[in-house]
């Protein structure tokens, strides 16, 4: 069973950092194309950001290029979420994600576990 656990987020000041980390057991991680998404409840899930299988490609959305980087430890099985320059609008749940097969994606339907997620709250 594939179970992903959450953590690391918390209350900040917009321009803070935060690193979210995710925990995966029972599919290791070096072999898994993983992500994270975000989501306000009412609202759509957002992808957020992925990573490929090697770890040599990563992808993100325009609204967190250049602030967001995620990465991979494969002794750990852990992938990261490493936040910067916080803003409000980046307020919400943080949920870590994996999928079957190769091919990262930006479509949360293509992925078949989830995390419990994360709040993350950046105030102004």
């Known amino acids: 069973q594939v179970q992903l656990a959450e953590s690391g987020g918390g209350l900040v000041q917009a321009g803070d950092s935060l690193r979210l980390s995710c925990a995966a057991s029972?599919?290791?991680?070096?072999?898994?194309?993983m992500a994270w998404f975000r989501q306000t409840p009412g609202k759509e899930r957002e992808f957020v950001a992925t990573?490929?299988?090697?770890?040599?490609?990563?992808a993100y959305a325009d609204s967190v290029k250049g602030r967001f980087t995620i990465s991979k430890d494969n002794v750990r099985n852990t992938v990261y979420l490493q936040m910067n320059s916080l803003k409000p609008e980046d307020t919400t749940v943080y949920y870590c994600?994996?999928?079957?097969?190769?091919?990262?994606?930006?479509?949360?339907?293509?992925?078949?576990?989830w995390g419990q997620g994360t709040q993350v709250t950046v105030s102004s």
């Open positions: 994600t994996t999928k079957s097969g190769p091919v990262p994606s930006g479509r949360s339907y293509d992925y078949d576990y």
């Open positions: 029972g599919r290791s991680i070096s072999s898994s194309v």
């Open positions: 990573i490929s299988r090697s770890g040599g490609s990563t």
